[in-house]
C-alpha cells in the first residue's frame, strides 16, 4: 500500500528566503505526483504535476523535482513570500485512473 | 473551461440526522469523481471515487455513501450522522484515463456533528 510521508510537518521562515519541502513515497512505481496548496478552511489549488518520466516542473518561484527511484519529490521555493503561508501537500497517483495519495502536508509561515 | 462546484459550504447537524453533499462538475464529460475527508489534524482521506455513472468504489468502511446519479454529478450522504463524521470535505475531478491527470478540488464543506 502506497505511503506519502511530508516533512517537515510545519515550518517558518523569514521572509525572503529560499526553501524545500520534502515528500517521499514507498511504492516508487507512480504514475504522476502532483503538488497543492491549501488555504486555512479552503479547497486545495493544484501548483504542480510531474508525470513519471519528468524529472521536474517549474512555475514562477516553484520548482518541482522527481527521483522516482529513490521515492521522493521536493518544493522548492524561491525569494519566500508571507503570500505564501499556507499548508503543501503533496499526492501521488500509481496508475492514469487510480485516485492519488495524499501526505498530511508541510504547514508553511513566512513571517514578514 | 472546466468548473466545480460543491455545496453547502458549511453545516451543523445533529447526531442521528441524514447528510446530503453534493458536487457537480461544469465544462467536461464522463470526469472522473471523488470525496476526500479531511478531518482535523490528519491527512487527506479518501472516500469515495467514480470513473462513471453508478459506479461507485469506497476506499473505507463507514458511516456514509455515495451516487453518481448523472455525469457530472456526485452526492455524498449518510442516513445517521455520528459525531465522528465531522470534518471537511473535499469534491474533486480529474480527465479519466490518460492525460495529465489534474486533480481539481471544490471550494470544500465544513460539516460538524453536536
Known amino acids: 500500500k502506497q505511503e506519502v510521508t511530508q516533512i517537515p510537518a510545519a515550518l517558518s521562515v523569514p521572509e525572503g528566503e529560499n526553501l524545500v519541502l520534502n515528500c517521499s513515497f514507498t511504492?516508487?512505481?507512480?504514475?504522476?505526483l502532483q503538488w497543492f496548496r491549501q488555504d486555512p478552511g479552503k479547497g486545495l489549488t493544484s501548483l504542480l504535476l510531474?508525470?513519471?518520466?519528468?524529472r521536474e516542473q517549474t512555475s514562477g518561484r516553484l520548482n518541482a523535482s522527481l527521483d522516482k527511484s529513490s521515492g521522493r519529490s521536493t518544493l522548492y521555493i524561491a525569494a519566500s513570500q508571507p503570500g505564501d503561508s499556507a499548508t503543501y501537500l503533496c499526492?501521488?497517483?500509481?496508475?492514469?485512473?487510480?485516485?492519488?495519495?495524499f501526505g498530511k502536508g508541510t504547514r508553511l509561515s513566512v513571517i514578514a | 473551461s472546466q468548473t466545480i462546484h460543491q455545496w453547502p459550504a458549511t453545516l451543523v447537524q445533529p447526531v442521528g440526522s441524514p447528510l446530503s453533499l453534493e458536487c457537480t462538475v461544469e465544462?467536461?464529460?464522463?470526469?472522473?469523481l471523488y470525496w476526500y475527508r479531511q478531518a482535523a489534524g490528519r491527512g487527506l482521506q479518501l472516500l469515495f471515487y467514480?470513473?462513471?455513472?453508478?459506479?461507485i468504489s469506497s476506499e473505507v468502511p463507514q458511516n456514509l455513501s455515495a451516487s453518481r446519479p448523472q455525469d457530472r454529478q456526485f452526492i455524498l450522504s449518510s442516513k445517521k450522522l455520528l459525531l465522528s463524521d465531522s470534518g471537511f470535505y473535499l469534491c474533486?475531478?480529474?480527465?479519466?484515463?490518460?492525460?495529465?491527470?489534474?486533480?481539481?478540488f471544490g471550494a470544500g464543506s465544513r460539516l460538524t456533528v453536536l
Open positions: 474533486a475531478w480529474s480527465f479519466s484515463l490518460s492525460g495529465a491527470n489534474v486533480l481539481t
Open positions: 511504492d516508487s512505481a507512480i504514475y504522476n
Open positions: 510531474i508525470q513519471s518520466s519528468q
Open positions: 499526492a501521488v497517483r500509481h496508475s492514469g485512473n487510480t485516485p492519488l495519495v
Open positions: 465544462g467536461t464529460s464522463n470526469p472522473n
Open positions: 467514480s470513473v462513471g455513472i453508478g459506479q
